[in-house]
């Protein structure tokens, strides 16, 4: 198997379990935190404490988990703020890809900068944003369109919570896919 596919698919997968861990707050416990804002909190937290398990075996070398982390702690609470900023201040659609944009390109800088700036860094940031945001906006479909179609038989409680879960799943899977082939490709050269 090619090394650049198996890091997409070890990225989407990992961040795919992660992401429906952090997304099962939303779907079961929102209230959880007392406020959207706590929610959200309590989302990063579980996207940062499982991602290093999950996705560590992308970065080559020795000590991957303590490395991983060193990296993808800041860069993803980078992401986690910029993307809520966009969200609450701009609102709406033009919110969620005003935080896609810059909380991606700033997820990727970081990356980039501590895995000693690899050539390629526009080709890896694109390729990032590009699937983070076709799973994010994938998901919202999916999402949104459970819900207004339902599912013959259940309440629509019971939609709501596979609906979301549903968008986890997408998200992380587009935006682990970013993540792996970002990782794939700025270590291209290592190995």
């Known amino acids: 198997m090619n090394a650049l596919f198996r890091s997409t698919l070890h990225g989407a997968l990992g961040l795919g379990l992660v992401s429906l861990l952090a997304y099962s707050i939303w779907a079961f416990a929102p209230r ?29 070398g020795e000590k991957r988990l303590r490395r991983f982390y060193a990296m993808f702690l ?10 809520s900023l966009a969200w609450f201040v701009i609102k709406h659609r033009p919110g969620e890809w005003a935080g896609a ?29 590009a699937l983070h945001t076709a799973g994010y906006f994938i998901g919202g479909m999916w999402m949104y369109g459970l819900l ?19 968008w986890g799943l997408f998200h992380g899977l587009g935006f682990g896919a970013g993540i792996g082939l970002a990782f794939g490709w700025w270590q291209r050269a290592t190995t």
């Open 32 to 60: 959880a935190a007392g406020s959207e804002i706590g929610m959200y909190l309590l989302i990063a937290l579980v996207y940062l404490a499982g991602s290093g398990l999950a996705l560590s075996g992308l970065l080559k």
């Open 74 to 83: 800041p860069a993803f609470a980078g992401y986690a703020v910029l993307w």
């Open 148 to 166: 207004d179609r339902g599912i013959e038989g259940w309440e629509r409680p019971e939609v709501a919570v596979v609906a979301k879960l549903g």
């Open 101 to 129: 944009v810059a909380g991606t390109l700033f997820f990727a800088w970081i990356i980039w900068l501590c895995l000693r700036r690899p050539g390629g860094f526009w080709v890896g940031a694109v390729l990032l944003f």
